[in-house]
């Protein structure tokens, strides 16, 4: 008797149909298996066809007599081995053909939730803190559902802050909604998808705010601890989510950065910490005392500075070139020579005391003899190479007795009293 194992084996896709699989699994006699090709049977088709249905045990005996020297022998097995060739043809002939899987959807993991979910988890919002959330701060439902879902297969996910969204970002009478469907196809709904738009801190902040609503509202429930053994907590308290969101807002405002560095401070550090919490997450950490943990290993980049710091106490303004000027009289008298040289110069408030003469504000020159630039970085000893990437004259700029010095030195070096040349 043919084995289910047997007749799924064969492989029906040769070019015989598995007639010579059949025959080998069977043991068939090769004297029979030649007879069996001199008759004219091509396939296993054939094969299962040249036997009746109801006559085949006494047709297999028939067929082996055929041959003279088996029918002489009178073996049995050779017809039991044949017989059972012809039930196993059957077998694979009349097989179920295999079913082609189908891959599943890929369930949309913000979709709403179940009816009855959504009922429980408001009433346990409501038990537990007692808050009406505005529209402004309350999370949308994609928002809960995915957190929801997330938390409780332990599969939590790095949210971008864009898909932050509030009720009243999510409130649009046309929204885009992407479904996803079998085979990798994507399905955009008509439309277009909502989504929180961050262009500064404060922005970033408030996001972050309704990541901690959602958070507490999709964890509102009690989790074994893994800081204190043996203990209950709950899931995604609202407290430390909210501390966190404070922390990075409160972190942010402490960087003397433009208002675009400063954005991108609080989200590199903001990404870094939560990807961090989704690591310990998946470790078995309760999303609250992830974000704690989280927080603390990152304490030092919060506290860091970004590379764009403005140092010093300039209010966050540029300062201004040190580059020549334009524009200025040969003998440093004109306007140039007097208001530009008050900026940024180390001795702009030197006196020159002549022997027996009142001292007098030093005045400084723009423009050497020949007409040429005087390089004011060179004079102030910042420009130290031998050619002036500015294309300037690196001379001394003082003006004394009404005399351009024009030194080899900086006017930080002019010696007063003398020319210094």
């Known amino acids: 008797m043919a084995t289910q194992m047997d007749i799924q084996n064969v492989d029906v896709t040769l070019a015989d149909g598995g007639l ?76 179920p053909l295999p079913v082609k899987e189908v891959a599943a959807p890929t369930p949309d993991i913000e979709a709403p939730l179940d009816l009855k979910e959504k009922e429980s988890m408001v009433k346990a919002w409501t038990m537990r803190y007692h808050i009406s959330l505005s529209m402004y701060l309350d999370p949308a439902d994609p928002l ?73 509202k999709a964890g509102n429930y009690e989790f074994e601890s893994k800081v204190e053994k043996g203990t209950k907590v709950i899931f995604a308290p609202l407290d430390t989510n909210l501390d966190y969101a404070d922390h990075a807002f409160r972190m942010a405002l402490k960087q003397n950065l433009s208002a675009w560095e400063t954005l991108k401070w609080i989200e590199e550090r903001d ?13 078995g950490y309760p999303q609250g005392e992830a974000i704690v943990k989280a927080t603390k290993e990152t304490e030092l980049k919060w506290s860091s500075p970004g590379p764009h710091a403005i140092r010093g106490d300039t209010g966050g303004k540029r300062r201004r070139s040190r580059s020549p000027q334009r524009g200025t009289s040969n003998n440093g008298g004109g306007k140039g020579g007097g208001k530009k040289r008050k900026l940024g110069q180390t001795f702009q408030n030197q006196r020159a005391t002549i022997q027996g003469q009142k001292t007098q504000p030093v005045r ?19 420009c130290k190479s031998d050619q002036c990437p500015h294309g300037a004259a690196h001379v001394c700029s003082v003006i004394q007795n009404g005399k351009l010095c024009g030194g080899k030195h900086p006017a930080s070096g002019h010696r007063f009293g003398n020319q210094g040349r």
């Open 20 to 95: 010579k699989a059949v025959l080998e699994m069977s043991k068939v006699n090769p004297l029979l298996i030649a007879q069996i090709t001199k008759e004219g049977v091509e396939d296993l088709a054939d094969f299962s066809a040249f036997f009746t249905q109801a006559g085949y045990e006494a047709e297999t005996e028939s067929f082996r007599d055929k041959v003279e020297t088996l029918k002489v022998a009178n073996n049995h097995i050779d017809v039991a081995r044949l017989r059972k060739a012809v039930l196993l043809a059957r077998g694979v002939l009349t097989r």
């Open 144 to 216: 809960v559902s995915r957190l929801f879902r997330e938390f409780r297969a332990n599969t939590p996910t790095l949210i971008p802050v864009t898909r932050m969204k509030s009720v009243y970002t999510d409130n649009n009478p046309n929204p885009e909604k992407r479904v996803s469907l079998a085979g990798g196809i994507t399905m955009t709904m008509e439309g277009k998808e909502q989504t929180e738009v961050i262009s500064n801190v404060a922005s970033y902040y408030f996001a972050l705010r309704v990541l901690a609503n959602a958070s507490a």
């Open 271 to 283: 990404l870094h910490t939560r990807g961090l919490m989704v690591n310990f997450m998946r470790g």
């Open 364 to 382: 400084y020159a723009t423009v050497a003899k020949g007409g040429k630039k005087i390089c004011r970085a060179f004079n102030d000893g910042n």
